[in-house]
């Protein structure tokens, strides 16, 4: 079952992706740095990314994902619309990390997949 999913917007494409902080709770303690959290992701084609995030604070805390994301945006050429589901996943090899599964503004793909998994 996916954790999180979400349609990518103008500000995820040109500058960072911000998640609610509850979509990631389950980061271990090892993935915590100074200033915030390391979140290893691994993409359809095995490449693990790793991201550096932040922690924004206020009534509604954000996780913002400042380095990495940008990278990954220019190497899967994502638009504005464009879905990204992350599903946790522990690995023996390469420990905890997140799946990210990208599905380029296509509604009907995407559809299929939530039926499928009943996100």
Wanted: hydrophobic share 35%.
């Amino acid at each position: 079952m996916a954790s999180f999913f979400k349609v990518l917007t103008k500000i995820d494409i040109e500058r960072t992706l911000s998640l609610p902080d509850s979509c990631l709770q389950a980061l271990q303690q090892s993935q915590r740095s100074h200033g915030g959290k390391k979140l290893k992701v691994k993409d359809d084609v095995g490449i693990l990314w790793n991201f550096h995030c932040t922690i924004r604070s206020g009534v509604a805390p954000k996780l913002d994902i400042v380095s990495g994301w940008i990278q990954f945006v220019r190497f899967k050429q994502l638009n504005t619309g464009d879905v990204i589901v992350l599903n946790k996943d522990d690995d023996t090899l390469t420990g905890p990390h997140y799946k990210i599964e990208v599905f380029k503004g296509d509604a009907d793909g995407y559809s299929s997949f939530v039926h499928k998994n009943e996100i």
